[in-house]
């Protein structure tokens, strides 16, 4: 499994942004397939996850903002990202599961892309 995170850049407080992550190897609608950051001198958190179609969760600190859905079409997940926050700055990385693992947990994940970076200035 192959997973390429693309979208991301600098913008301002209050912008959006959408990131995409796009797999190939596979047939991508069986997989559990989260986003996690990782803020500088932060350790790797939870943003949002989404098992089969429809199954989402979020961080408590995107809730409302975020919003994580899939196109089994295009073998992506995609991680729509309003009113963005100078603290969402972050690499952000998809990866994905075919277990069971909760959505929330990280290291339930088995598989990682590389991450894009997001810089929200304020």
């Known amino acids: 499994v192959q997973l390429q995170a693309s979208g991301g850049g600098l913008v301002q407080a209050g912008d959006s942004l959408r990131l995409s992550c796009a797999a190939s190897g596979v047939t991508f609608s069986s997989y559990t397939v989260g986003w996690i950051r990782r803020a500088p001198g932060k350790e790797r958190e939870f943003v949002a996850a989404i098992r089969w179609a429809d199954n989402t969760m979020y961080a408590d600190s995107v809730k409302g903002r975020f919003t994580i859905s899939r196109d089994n079409a295009k073998n992506t997940v995609y991680l729509q990202m309003n009113r963005l926050k100078p603290e969402d700055t972050a690499i952000y990385y998809c990866?994905?599961?075919?277990?069971?693992?909760?959505?929330?947990?990280?290291?339930?994940?088995?598989?990682w892309g590389k991450g894009t970076q997001v810089t929200v200035s304020s």
């Open positions: 990866a994905a599961q075919q277990g069971r693992s909760a959505m929330n947990y990280i290291r339930g994940y088995d598989y």
